[in-house]
């Protein structure tokens, strides 16, 4: 009988339910945890909140403690100068997000190589440039514009309002020269088209010419700081040509801040901030 049922498949359907059983009885005795309740993360949606925090980009970039540079009657009346409000809400903004920035040639205040004067010249020892980097969040890559981040070594030298009018003025009028979808630009393209591009050559399209404006205001931006530069004790801030630099960043050239770093100073080197440790100037490249 037994041999019968075997053939017939019996027996093992027999096992098979006792295996199923077994199973779920480990099953039960081991639940499934409850699957993850999913919080709507919709800005758009009126009442509710992410559920992650949002990042608010520094807007100012302040030198780390360990490095500190001889003080000037003309920092001084800079910050003296400065509206109380500003001063506390910069501290306050500075003092969660600049710690992001580590002390070396990507730092918004380290000071570069001057690279736009003969190289070992009076103007190189002497000068030192900073480097404002591209905001990729403006425009993305159709074109170049600046991060409105204050290097607070620029103090003695360009003040915070002004640094950011300097930066809104370039990065609105760059925007607008090459904004592929204005209408000057679009007309410029078909005047190219049906005059075999001897309207370009010309230099009659609107690009060129803003851009021009533009090289020539920051010309005048230079002539008005070495005006004051007269009247004031003290180095000056030049802003290098756009052109020069390709537009990939704005350098903007300051005497040279002296850093000391561990209460050294050295004069044919600078500091990288690590226990005074000096880099000369032939090993950074520019």
Known sequence: METAAKLAGVGDIDN?????????????????????????????????????????????ASLPSHLSRPHSQRTQRSRQSQQPSSVSRSRSTVGTEVEEYVWGPTHPCF??????????????????????????????????????????ILDPYVTEPEFRRVVEYLNTELVAAYDPWGAR??????????????????????????????????????????????????????????????????????????????GDRHEEGRTDGVQGQSIPLQGITA
């Open 185 to 262: 630009n679009m007309f410029d393209a078909v005047a190219g088209v049906l005059t075999g591009f001897l309207y370009e050559d010309a230099g009659l399209t609107g690009i060129k010419r803003r851009l021009d404006s533009v090289e020539k205001w920051i010309e005048d931006w230079n002539r008005e700081q070495a005006e004051k530069e007269k009247a004031e004790d003290g180095g000056r801030a030049k802003l290098i040509s756009l052109k020069r630099v390709g537009y990939l960043s704005l350098d903007i050239e300051i005497p040279d801040p002296e850093l000391d770093a561990g």
């Open 111 to 152: 000071p570069h190589p001057n690279p736009h004067v003969p190289r070992g010249s009076k103007e190189e020892a002497a000068t030192r440039v900073i480097r404002v980097k591209r905001d990729w969040m403006i425009a993305g890559d159709l074109a170049p514009a600046f991060q409105n981040l204050y290097p607070e």
């Open 16 to 60: 098979l339910a006792q295996h199923n059983k077994s199973s779920s009885a480990v099953i039960e005795d081991f639940p499934l945890p409850p699957p993850p309740v999913l919080q709507n993360t919709d800005l758009e949606a009126g009442n509710n909140q992410p559920s992650y925090p949002l990042h608010r980009r520094p807007s100012r």
